[in-house]
């Protein structure tokens, strides 16, 4: 996550962000931001001269795929590790915030800040993925076959649960995810057939 050293520039986020997730970007005024942030509404605009600015830079500077260095995640030789450590480290990402991820699933269709942001957040990660998994590799292997095997990770390990239940937990339990990862390693070094 990418902060600013500014203070009141953070706090304008961090109000920013609590009110998106709880009462919608259109729900959301200006003036309400600078109250909750405790600066004045002048200072908002000094910073960010629109709301759908505010709302670009909570996404970009704190959506956290950027921040995922493909370096530390790989595992030479061992690319379901590889995966697993790719899964791990976008949880963690994720857990660091709730809120973020209430903005992000509500406003993806109406904002196209939001969808922008989004947009660059999984063509980071896919880059993130298919970088980890070729260092990891034991034997090169056709690169259509990486990228196709990062879409589906990135895909698995960022899927968002369409009803009230227990289906998304099972589908990020360590053992699924093993288990998926280890299909898409056996498809990856599969060989092809001509």
């Known amino acids: 996550m990418q902060e600013t050293a500014d203070?009141?520039?953070?706090?304008?986020?961090?109000?920013?962000?609590?009110?998106?997730?709880?009462?919608?970007?259109?729900?959301?005024?200006?003036?309400?931001?600078?109250r909750a942030a405790e600066v004045p509404k002048g200072l908002l605009f000094y910073y960010f001269a629109t709301k759908p600015e505010i709302l670009t830079a909570l996404i970009d500077e704190r959506l956290g795929a950027h921040t995922l260095d493909p370096a530390p995640?790989?595992?030479?030789?061992?690319?379901?590790?590889?995966?697993?450590?790719?899964?791990?480290?976008?949880?963690?990402?994720?857990?660091?915030?709730?809120?973020?991820?209430?903005?992000i699933w509500h406003e993806s269709h109406t904002r196209p800040e939001v969808?922008?942001?989004?947009?660059?957040?999984?063509?980071?990660?896919?880059?993130?993925?298919?970088?980890?998994?070729?260092?990891?590799?034991?034997?090169?292997?056709?690169?259509?076959?990486v990228r196709a095997a990062a879409f589906a990770w990135a895909a698995t390990i960022t899927a968002r649960p369409l009803e009230a239940s227990d289906t998304i937990a099972r589908l990020h339990a360590s053992d699924t995810l093993r288990a998926i990862a280890r299909l898409l390693v056996a498809g990856i070094q599969a060989p092809v057939r001509a």
Do not use: K
């Open 115 to 145: 969808l922008g942001a989004l947009t660059r957040y999984r063509h980071a990660l896919h880059d993130t993925i298919a970088r980890a998994l070729t260092a990891s590799l034991p034997a090169p292997v056709n690169d259509d076959a």
């Open 73 to 103: 995640l790989t595992v030479a030789g061992d690319p379901l590790q590889t995966l697993v450590n790719v899964a791990d480290g976008v949880r963690r990402d994720r857990e660091g915030s709730h809120v973020l991820r209430e903005i």
């Open 7 to 34: 203070p009141a520039r953070t706090r304008i986020l961090n109000a920013a962000a609590t009110l998106f997730a709880e009462h919608g970007f259109d729900g959301t005024s200006t003036a309400r931001i600078a």
